[in-house]
Structure formats: C-alpha cells, structure tokens
C-alpha cells in the first residue's frame, strides 16, 4: 500500500492559507465579475447607442455640408455659359474632398458642362451632349422638390453605383453631383474616430452600402435581420442579435437624408471589451494576491507552528520522564495553550493512574507476577502478597525464571500448564516450592496480552491449600448430612400426599359451593317470578269467576223473561272479564317467557346473536319482583338497537343478576333507599361497555383489591359465600373475552364495568354443567 506523502504542520497551513486566500479572492472576483457583467454589457450597449446616434448625425451634417456646397455652385453658375461653367466645375470638384464628377444638364436633360476631381481621367468632355432625361434623380427635381438624393445612382462615368444629388435653379438647370461610397466610407471611418466600434451604413434594402471594417460592404443584405426589420416595422430594437454564429450588442439611428441606418456592433459576454478588460484587472489582482500569500503565509505559518513545535518537544521528554513537574510552553493560540494545559493535565494523571496501578498491584489480596513470555517466562515484577507467600524478596526474584528459583519440583508440570492455553488464557492448580522448602497448593489464572510487540502474561494465584482441608471436613459432614436428609424427605413426601388429598377435597367443595351459589341464584329468581305470577294469575281467575257470575244470572233471566237491559249488561260483563283476562294473562305469558329465556340461556350456556338490550330488559324483569319487595329501584339506559353481540348470553345474565343482586345486599345494606342505574354504549377500541352503579355505600379501600377473590365477603355466616362476584369475574373474563372492573368511592356508591368484544372467543369452552343441570 502506497502511503501519502507527510507535510509538516507548518506546510500544511501555508498552503492552507494560501488556498482560503487565493479561493476567497477567486470567488469574490468571480462573483464579482459575474455581478458587475450586466452592468458593463449594459453601459456598453449605452455608449453603441450614443456613438451610433452621433455617427447619423454627422453624417447627415456631411451630407448637409455637400448639398449646401452644390446649391452655391449652382447659384455661381447661373447665366455663365458652357465654357465658364465647364471651368468653374473643375475649379470647384478638382480637389475630390466634396463631389467626384457634377454635371450641369439642361431642363431638357442634356448635359451642358461637366467638372471631374483631379484624379479622374479626363472624360469630361464625351459626356457633353449627353443625354440624362432619363436619370432617376433628373427626374426627382422639380420645382416643388429643387434637392434631392439618391443612395444607388449609376455613375454616368463608370457605371458604378455612387451617391448622388441633384438641385434644379430657377432657370430649370439641374446640377447634379456624384460622391463615390468608398469616399463617404473614408468620411464614415473619420467620425467613427480610431477605437470605434464596427459600423455598418445599410439602406433600406438591407444591403450594407459602407462598413467600417470593409468585410461586408456589398456583399451582405440584412434585410431578414430582426433589428432592421424591427426598424422598418417602427418596433422596439433588440439590444442583442446573433451574427455569423456570434452573439452581439447592436444599436441603429436612422439617417433620413439617403433613408440608410447606421448599424453598430459590438461582442457581447467574455468577446466584449469592458468584459475583456474587467476580467484583466480580475487577473492582475488575483496575481497580486497569490504573490502576497507567498510571502505572507509560510511566515505567519511559521508563527503559529512555533508554539506546537514546543510543545511536541515537551510531550517527548514527559515520556521519558525528563520533563515531569515543569510547566509546558504557551504561545499565541489558544487551542495550542488548551492543548498543552490537557497534555500537562494528562501527563499528571497518568503519572498518577501509574503509582495508583503499581499501589493496587502491591496491595491484591492474593499473589500476582508479571512475566514475559518471550524471554523465558522472566519475571518482571511481583507484588507484596507473592513475596510473602512465597519467601523471596523482589529483588531477588525479578530478573529469574520460576525454574531458576526452584518453584517447581517437577519442571513438566511447569510445561503441562503453560501448553493448557485457551484464547490467551491460562488457569491451574500447581504446587510451589517456597523457599523456606514449604510445599504451597495454588490455583493459578494467567491471562496472556500483547504490550508494544512484547508478550507478557499476568498471574494471579489463591492458596487453596486450607481451603482443601476444609472441603474434606465438610466431606465428612456431607455424608452424615445426607442421611438426615433422605429422612426428612421421606416424611415431606408423606405430608405432601396429605396436602394433595386434603386439596382435592377442598376443590370438590368449592365446586359444589359454586353450584350451590348458582341454585340458590335460580332459585330466587323462581321464587320471584312465582310471587309475581300470582297478581296476573289470581286477576284472571277473578275475571272469569265474575263472568260465570254473571252467566249464571242470565240463565236465570231467561226463565223468568230476557230483557235487553239483561243481555246488555251480560255482554258488558263478558267484555269487561276477557278484557281483564287477557291483559293479566299476557302479562303472565311474558313473564314466564323472559323466566324461561333466562333459566335456558343460564342453564345451557349456550352461543348465540343477541343485541344487550334484550338480555338486560329479560334479566331486569326477572329481578323486578324481587325488587319490587324492596324500597330501591333499577333504571336502565341501554340502546335498543346497534350493540349486538355475538356471545353467550346466560352468563352475562348470570353476572349482570349477581351485580344486582350485590348491590341489593351490601351496597343498600341499612339504607332506606337505592337505585341502580345500567347504562351501555360503545367503546373507541370496537368494544362495547355495560356499567351496573349504585348510589350505596361504596366499597371499603382495604376490600377493593379482594373483591374478585373467591370466599371474600362482609356477610359471612349472615348467608353470604363471597363467590357471587368470583363466579362473575371468571364467567367475563375466561367465556365472554372481557373485563370485569371496580371503581368505588366509600359512601358515594360502587360502579362495576365490563368491557366485552363484539364475537367472543371462539375457542373459549362453556362451564361444565353438573348432573342436576343437565337433568334440569
């Protein structure tokens, strides 16, 4: 594996110096750059603009300057004839500055006089006669009209296409004078000055008729070109066009006297010079930079290094123990005097930690050696404990192996329990020759470790020698105790099989007390529902007494004479008897369906659909007769509808009739009045509750936490068994899948609530019936 290449610190923060300076200066240039680009783009596009602008107009004074030049020959010329005027022309054009030819035509259009610039070849003198009737720019002068220009006049010389203007005088002569591009393009370059960016002069056909730089004149057309068509169209003008691939600014000033534009561009982005030129600066001061930060890093560097140079001196003499108690240098950082402050702190302590460890080493309650396992098992140190178990001194061991002390008396047992090594560690029991020749038996532990590519093994050892002695005593004792022992057992095992018969006995009792419990329920509530017969049933045998009454009184009446008055009153008593009859007898009939519902489900423990409010109002018709002996009431708010379960109503009949019947007995107990209140709903979690409170006395706080408990009752031996709400519990719990809660507050009443699943647990097995059950 290749290692990298080590820097020392005070390279590293040269270099890391110099990096923060040179990427902050960067990144500001940078940013700065790119910040400050629209602006010069945008002051550059201004100054296009105004150069443009006074090109057009310096133009047109040009332009001016030409045809106020030709309007003063013509008024020079008026009345000379052909020779004078001939001579006057060439006087005037013979320097080539303003005009290079100007004819004089006559109003019929044929050429008079003609003057050429000097460096014309004298050609003058063949156009003479001439005619230019047909010349555009003859025929643009009028009267109305005595100037005009054109931008593409044919030359009557050359051929070549010129600029021209024509004046007509009063005397209807046209003057007519030829100015060549090449010489206004020579003009054009002279306003544009030397540092002027490239101008175009395009006319309105988009041909470019004078260029600057002399590339595009004549053969480009920027007819199709979105500035020019944004300036025939009379719309805003594009600050940025694409030409020849190159993104450019461009500005146009129309120059109305030849109906050209002056086009001007210039790079846009790095091509533009004030980018160019920012980005130079940029470079300069970056330059200027870097070489600041050669020369100011390495020094401040050096400063700081300085001070962590010391201190690496000072930690290398603490660790040979040449520097300890003297303070360590401090220097101008602070994290470098934290450092150091934590190095001398740490050197302290561990200064420290090494007199606490060779303190803990000496004063181990049993003997400890370090040796090394590369030199021979060399003792290196012993503790105090060794020395005086084994008789000699530090000195005299430290340096020397066990076999040269003579610790062994048979050197293979030496080898034997250093071959039992296992990960490093090494336990046995072996027998040291003291020196004093006494014989030791310890148990030993060594524990191998790797310090500094050096092999040492550390070893703790117990003298187990009296320990030995003792186990054999407790041998001894061992023996006669395990007699004893199997005696005691053999009178457990007697008492255990009197504990298990006496168990089952009490099992078979609490059965038979549980069913007990459940008869003498049912048989309340027959005695109930029989007393509560017996108002409907005597109501109905006193109905159809008083109607044989009153038929036997009718057969009388027919012997003796029927009257209507005798039938009528007959049929009023009939109607009156079978009206009372039924009602008493469906009262009756209802009774004993709900008593039969009840004793069935209670009996049978049998599965099935049921919504709560049926089973609460069949169980609450059940028990009115017995409360109807009573001063207390019960009221109920259960929904008729929406808490249908899929359950076993019998046992929740049975506990909800064993909670009534609890308060009956001990809520109520020595109190004029009660009422129970049973009250449902619906549970967040999908369950559905069902609450039977009463306004008695409460629970007591020390019964509370019992009250579940098989046999706990206040009544016992005044008819109370303390297994109603036992027998509850594990019906709601173990059959319905529910819980059976209390809450009470002594002297405000108790509320006991269970919490039952829609579907009880399907594997949840129905109590067992007895032989009476099933026979009933």
């Known amino acids: 594996m290749r290692t990298a290449r080590v820097w020392q610190l005070r390279h590293h923060l040269s270099a890391l110096l110099l990096v923060t300076m040179v990427l902050t200066f960067a990144l500001v240039s940078v940013v700065a750059l790119v910040w400050r680009v629209p602006d010069i783009e945008a002051g550059a596009l201004q ?69 050429l610039s000097a460096d014309m070849p004298a050609h003058g003198a063949e156009l003479v006669g001439s005619d230019l009737s047909a010349s555009a720019l003859f025929q643009a002068v009028d009267a109305e009209r005595p100037t005009a220009w054109s931008g593409r006049l044919l030359s009557a010389l050359s051929g070549t296409l010129v600029v021209g203007v024509a004046h007509r005088d009063a005397a209807g002569r046209v003057l007519i004078g030829e100015v060549p591009i090449a010489t206004l393009l020579h003009d054009l370059q002279a306003l544009a000055g030397a540092g002027a960016s490239a101008l175009w002069v395009v006319d309105r056909s988009g041909e470019v008729v004078a260029d600057t730089e002399g590339r595009q004149m004549g053969r480009l057309n920027l007819q ?12 805003e003008l594009p600050s940025a066009v694409e030409f020849e691939g190159r993104s450019l600014q461009a500005a146009l000033a129309p120059a109305p006297t030849l109906d050209w534009y002056v086009v001007g561009t210039i790079p846009r982005g790095l091509h533009s010079a004030g980018v160019q030129r920012a980005l130079r ?26 001070a962590l140079q010391e201190i690496v001196q000072r930690a290398a003499l603490t660790t040979t123990g040449q520097a300890l108690g003297r303070d360590w240098p401090r220097g101008p950082v602070a994290e470098f005097n934290s450092l150091a402050a934590n190095l001398q702190a740490m050197a302290a302590a561990l200064q420290e930690r ?44 430290v340096g020397l192996n066990s076999l040269e002390l003579g610790l062994w ?16 560690a090494l336990s046995g029991e072996i027998e040291i020759v003291c020196k004093s020749g006494e014989v030791k038996l310890f148990k030993s532990f060594g524990r191998m470790l790797t310090f500094r590519e050096q092999r040492l093994v550390v070893w703790g050892s117990i003298n187990i020698g009296p320990l030995r002695r003792v186990e054999q005593e407790l041998r001894s004792a061992n023996h006669d105790l395990e007699a004893r022992v199997a005696q005691r057992a053999e009178a457990l095992a007697a008492s255990n099989e009197e504990l298990s018969a006496t168990l089952v006995r009490l099992r078979a009792a609490q059965a038979e007390l549980v069913r007990s419990e459940k008869m003498a329920a049912l048989g309340g509530l027959v005695a109930g529902v029989a007393h509560e017969l017996n108002t409907p049933l005597g109501n109905g045998v006193m109905a159809i007494s008083a109607m044989d009454d009153a038929t036997r009184r009718l057969r009388a009446a027919l012997q003796s004479g029927l009257r209507r008055a005798d039938l009528q009153h007959w049929l009023d008593s009939i109607e009156q008897g079978c009206d009372i009859a039924a009602r008493n007898l469906g009262r009756a009939a209802d009774l004993v369906r709900n008593f039969k519902q009840v004793a069935v489900d209670q009996a049978s423990a049998r599965r099935r659909s049921f919504e709560l409010a049926e089973v609460v109002h069949e169980m609450v018709v059940s028990l009115r007769p017995t409360f109807a002996r009573t001063p207390y009431r019960i009221e109920t708010a259960v929904p008729a509808q929406g808490l249908r379960l899929d359950s076993y109503p019998g046992p929740l009949g049975q506990v909800l009739g064993n909670l009534l019947q609890n308060a009956v007995l001990h809520g109520f107990d020595g109190r004029a009045r009660g009422t129970v209140r049973i009250t449902a709903g619906r549970a967040e979690e999908g369950r559905i509750w069902l609450r039977v409170s009463d306004d008695g006395r409460g629970i007591a706080p020390e019964h509370i936490g019992r009250i579940f408990d098989p046999f706990m009752t206040t009544k016992m031996g005044q008819g109370g068994t303390g297994l109603g709400l036992h027998i509850s519990y594990n019906a709601v719990v173990n059959l319905l899948g529910g819980t059976l809660t209390v809450s009470s507050v002594p002297g405000q009443g108790a509320c006991f609530e269970l919490r039952l699943p829609q579907t009880a647990p399907r594997t949840a097995a129905p109590p067992a019936r007895t032989a009476d059950e099933a026979a009933a």
């Open 47 to 115: 100054d296009l603009r105004q150069e443009v602008a006074d090109v057009s107009e310096r133009l047109e004074l040009l332009l001016g300057a030409r045809q106020s030049r030709l309007e003063l020959i013509a008024t020079l010329l008026r009345g000379k004839p052909a020779e004078a005027a001939t001579a006057l022309l060439d006087a005037d054009v013979g320097s080539g500055r303003m005009f290079r030819a100007v004819y004089l035509v006559s109003p019929t259009g044929r050429v008079e006089a003609v003057g």
């Open 224 to 235: 199709n070109w979105p500035l020019l068509q944004a300036a025939l169209r009379g719309q």
């Open 281 to 306: 600066y940029a470079l300069l001061s970056f330059a200027a930079a870097l070489a600041v930060g050669l020369l100011a890093a390495p020094f401040w560097a050096h400063r700081l290094v300085r």
């Open 354 to 397: 090494e007199h606490k460890l060779q303190a803990l080493f000496n004063v181990a309650p049993v003997p400890m050696a370090v040796v090394d396992a590369d030199e021979g098992h060399t003792l290196l140190d012993v503790n105090d404990v060794w020395t005086e178990e084994v008789g000699y001194t530090r000195a005299e061991a």
């Open 409 to 424: 008396e048979s050197p293979m047992r030496r080898d034997a329990l250093l071959a039992g090594t296992q990960d490093g």
